[in-house]
């Protein structure tokens, strides 16, 4: 099995793909390098302009002035950094889709992870809705508000089926009608209007998606289908991760193979820093929905990995390749993203592969679980100041990025879609346009350390008393808590470290009561057994439980 603990698994270029022709490059010969030449700074009417000046290797032309060497760096600029798309937009021209956020297949959460005996609170942007199963097992989903006084129906309970408020007791059934008030007399009738608003769910492929318009009729046309994960002997590792930044900050992160030999260097074997290098982009599709196209290095032959963005926030990376058996094979990593707030979202990861290497079936899923977790919280310092950067500065990410042909076509790409749908959105940061949010972005960040932790735990600081605090800072809430393989083994772990507690002071004091010297060695070497049992234990809770920490930030 391919690690799940990278976001592009897809960075090795030893196994080519057989490409459809017209995928392509128009060239597939590389251009000759440049070499770059001291940077020179230059004084613009009180503005300074730094700029790293390119070379071909073909011209022997010396530039008669530095004026003259100025202009020529700044035609060189449209050779390393990503330009126009398309005449409209060298003209200036803004096209504009028809696209409307709510008329949408958002994905909610993993199926296997649904509580079956409690309803579950979460958002979209910023419409909060309660998910549960009713007697029958069926998901359903209403508006996270109760009628009477608005209190959060996730809150409630479940009794036989209904979803209970557990303000005053008011019941509710799937298709959203209140059967039950007990604070209403005998000879009375529930009023028409004691109802919550619903919204349409559907499973598809292990995943739980919401209509999240109460306008019009679920379109099942948009609703995503994945042909990779249906195909026979295809196994994937599937997890769900809260995360401290915007949803367009993370869709960025996740569509830059670039930056992960540099930021998630030796978390795997395949990513070493010492294997940066420029990447090749070839863009095949541009719609209303999405764009699709090639990537991989910049010396690979061909482009071996497919990547695809569909609205509204649905990343795939794909790879074909043949097997030593001469069978075709199948990869993919995929990347369901929602809105949650702002600065926050959430993210369905899943990894999979119709030829998987055995030893994965011997890994526990707990553990590729926390080495992502691990992967997130690497990325995390840089993305949440990114969110803050944004926020502050209140432009387009035209006016921000150096985005670089060479590493950050697909980030153009987005930031430009975001220009077309941008104002059919709640709010949006686009590559020309932005529409800036109601309220300003809510980043939370982790304890800066021991002292620090045990006060955000205390309930009078919103915490829970215990030694994690509900903030997306800690591993705990960004992920455990919504996955029920790591939160049954923290369970399985916390009672370990209890039992073997118990038995360690039990055999220790055997030790002290017993004589015979062989009887005092055996219940000793047992005591010792078990203590390092309760170390492991502690060790593997503290894992699930760890607050991030920007280790390299001085205040």
Known sequence: MASPILKFPFLSHTTSLSKPRAFYPLSLTPKPRKTLRPIHVKQQQGSIKCQAVTDLTSSNTVPSSIEDQSKEEDNDDHLVLVGPSSEEERRGEREVADYDWTEEWYPLYLTKDVPDD??????????????????????????????????????????????????????????????????????????????????????????????????????????????????????????????????????????????????????????????????????TERTDRGFAGWWGGGDAQTLPNFLRFEAPCVLSNNREFIDGKGVKQYFSGLFLCRPTGQGKSMLIVRFGGTAMPQIANWIPEWFFHQRGCTVFEQDMGFLSSQNEVLMKEKVPTKKLYLNLRSSDTWVAEYR???????????????????????????????????????????????????????????????????????????????????????????????????????????LLVSTSLCLAGVYACSTLIQMSTTNFIRTHRRF
């Open 118 to 283: 409690a309803p579950l609170g979460l958002t979209v942007f910023d419409k909060q809705v309660v998910l549960y199963k009713d007697g029958q097992g069926e998901l359903r989903c209403f508006e996270d508000r109760c009628p009477h006084r608005l209190a959060k129906l996730s809150e409630g309970q479940l009794i036989d089926g209904r979803l209970e408020c557990l303000y005053h007791g008011w019941q509710f059934e799937g298709e959203g009608n209140c059967v039950k008030i007990p604070q209403l007399p005998a000879n009375a009738k529930i009023p028409q209007s004691a109802c919550v608003k619903t919204y349409e769910v559907r499973e598809s492929q292990g995943v739980v998606w919401v209509w999240m318009s109460l306008k019009s009729q679920p379109n099942i046309n948009k609703l995503p289908w994945f042909e990779n994960f249906a195909r026979p002997g295809f196994k994937d590792s599937s997890a769900v991760h809260e995360l401290p930044y915007d949803h367009s900050i993370l869709l960025e992160n996740l569509m830059d193979p670039a930056h992960i030999p540099i930021s998630h260097d030796r978390t795997d074997l395949s990513a070493k820093r010492e294997n940066a290098q420029p990447l090749r982009f070839e863009v």
């Open 416 to 522: 430009k879609w975001m220009d077309k749908t941008g104002h059919g959105m709640p709010y949006h940061f686009g590559h020309n346009t932005i529409s800036l949010p109601e309220l300003p972005a809510v980043v939370e960040h982790a304890p800066a350390g021991l002292v620090a932790g045990v006060s955000a735990s205390f309930p009078a600081k919103g915490g829970t008393g215990r030694m994690h605090a509900p903030n997306l800072g800690n591993r705990y809430f960004r992920h455990v808590i919504h996955c029920k393989g790591c939160s049954g083994a923290l369970k399985a772990f916390n009672t370990w470290k209890k039992a073997l507690s118990a038995i360690s002071l039990a055999l220790t004091a055997l030790a002290i009561l017993v004589s015979g010297r062989q009887w005092k060695a055996a």
